[in-house]
């Protein structure tokens, strides 16, 4: 079975540029999360699906990032414009759906995104 | 709102020895599940071992083992053997069952000595 899959695996921008992160998560899973790791840090979640529509986007800065999926498959995770603090590995998870027995995560190895 | 705390920022054992690697939440929901994950440098996120809030049984997975304390809101992990793979950083995380919302700690740097 293919895990999730992410890219790019690097990214180096200045501040006040854009960039966008692609996930492609494991096949038939309605969840999928998007995961902002600072440095040193556990993970924060920025915005989490299910299916095409959100459920949480609390926490997502949304003056500056967007996320979406379409066809409830695939997702991106756009920041635009960077600031140095955005500077931390974004982290893709999907599942099957919490709440039916099935209750484990899987990651991607995540984008690590340094803003100069 | 839930909080994950993980009070031990680094920790370091030889190979062999025993580890255990503390973790208290906060919660008013009474149905919930706790769930340890290990992040090596590679940075990929691996679920170590998870536990149901309802059980009673603490949770095993050969040499990991969870001490589940629910009155207290302890949830520790218990690395016997240690291996040199054991390396990484360890999460301790929480989910409330049907809020499907999974809130990390912030970790402990575990590394296994030669």
């Known amino acids: 079975e293919a895990g999730v899959a992410q890219s790019p695996r690097y990214k180096i921008i200045e501040k006040r540029q854009s960039v966008a992160f692609w996930c492609n998560p494991i096949s038939g899973h309605a969840t999928l999360y998007w995961y902002q790791q600072i440095l040193g840090q556990g993970p924060k979640l920025l915005i989490q699906?299910?299916?095409?529509?959100?459920v949480d986007d609390s926490q997502l800065p949304k003056d500056r990032f967007s996320a979406e999926r379409l066809k409830g498959v695939d997702s991106t995770l756009k920041i635009q414009p960077a600031k140095l603090e955005d500077s931390a590995v974004y982290l893709c998870?999907?599942?099957?759906?919490w709440g039916i027995g099935d209750t484990e995560a899987f990651f991607g190895q995540g984008t690590r995104l340094t803003v100069v | 709102a839930q909080t994950v705390t993980q009070s031990q920022p680094e920790m370091s054992v030889q190979e062999a020895e025993t580890v255990t690697l503390s973790c208290t939440y906060d919660?008013?929901?009474?149905?919930?599940?706790l769930f340890w994950y290990k992040q090596p440098p590679s940075r990929q996120m691996i679920l170590v071992i998870r536990?149901?809030?309802?059980?009673?049984q603490n949770a095993t997975e050969n040499r990991f083992s969870v001490n589940f304390q629910k009155a207290a809101k302890s949830f520790s992990l218990k690395i016997s053997d240690s291996q040199l793979g054991d390396t990484a950083m360890y999460f301790c995380a929480f989910l409330v069952q049907g809020a499907q919302k999974l809130v990390f700690g912030q970790g402990t740097r575990l590394t296994i000595n030669p």
């Open positions: 699906f299910q299916n095409n529509g959100v």
């Open positions: 919660t008013s929901e009474n149905n919930y599940y």
């Open positions: 998870a999907s599942s099957l759906a």
């Open positions: 536990q149901e809030a309802y059980k009673q």
